[in-house]
Nanobody, 126 residues
Framework: QVQLAESGGGLVQAGASLRPSCAAS????????MGWVRQAPGKEREFVAAISWNGGSTAADSVKGRFTVSRDNARNTVYLEMNSLKPDDTAVYYC????????????????????WGQGTQVTVSS
């Protein structure tokens, strides 16, 4: 089982970019589907983006065209490229993992993920 550690959050102005990353321990990272989820103050966690272990990806409508998820299996790391940030993007961003036998499946429901990181704070000022 992998363990996850996010980094790369921060405080930025609207319109800026950030690229949080999620480093995974363990030798079988390449067989995990990965996801990014966020939780804004006073709100429930919501799906942001997901990537299969062979690189297929999807994103929530609220971030599509601005956020891109990618992974480097050699580095055991998944990234979330966030562009054109808005104050509404302010949240704690978590990465999550799910072991899977299929390289093509992405998971968009939070209950499907078994392993979670501790989160990284992203704050976007107006």
């Amino acid at each position: 089982q992998v363990q996850l550690a996010e980094s790369g959050g921060g405080l930025v102005q609207a319109g800026a970019s950030l690229r949080p990353s999620c480093a995974a321990s363990g030798r079988t990272f390449s067989r995990y589907a990965m996801g990014w989820v966020r939780q804004a103050p006073g709100k429930e966690r919501e799906f942001v983006a997901a990537i299969s272990w062979n690189g297929g990806s999807t994103a929530a409508d609220s971030v599509k065209g601005r956020f891109t998820v990618s992974r480097d299996n050699a580095r055991n790391t998944v990234y979330l490229e966030m562009n054109s940030l808005k104050p509404d993007d302010t949240a704690v961003y978590y990465c999550a993992a799910k072991p899977t036998v299929s390289g093509q499946i992405v998971y968009v429901h939070l209950y499907e993920y078994h392993i979670w990181g501790q989160g990284t704070q992203v704050t976007v000022s107006s």
